[in-house]
């Protein structure tokens, strides 16, 4: 398969860093796996950091910085942010198909 369109060949091309944006509701040592995912799928690709979405609070936020600092693949992956969950702010998802 091809990166054409993508975000990922037009960070490739400005040279610029992507920021990458998880879904951690539910989430703790698999949103590294996530991130691990991302940061080595495609190596011309240059992860500038994480934010974590939808983050249930403070031991939440910290859970998943201990699982980033846990594997070699994101422990130097910078952790931008944490957003806390917050029902007053969403996006309707929508079927497709």
């Known amino acids: 398969t091809s990166d054409e369109g993508s975000a ?7 040279g610029a860093g992507v920021v990458l944006v998880i879904d951690a509701w539910c989430l703790s040592r698999s949103a590294a796996a996530m991130v691990h995912g991302y940061a080595t799928f495609d190596p011309e690709v240059r992860l500038a950091g994480v934010v974590f979405n939808k983050v249930g609070g403070a031991s ?3 859970w998943l910085q201990q ?7 994101t422990r130097n992956v910078r952790v931008l942010g944490s957003m806390p969950k917050d029902g007053r702010i969403t996006i309707e998802e929508r079927t497709l198909g």
Do not use: G, I
């Not at 990922?8 to 400005?14: D, G, P, R, S």
């Open 60 to 62: 939440h936020s910290e």
């Open 8 to 14: 990922a060949q037009v960070a490739k091309w400005l």
């Open 67 to 73: 699982a980033m600092a846990s594997a070699p693949s």
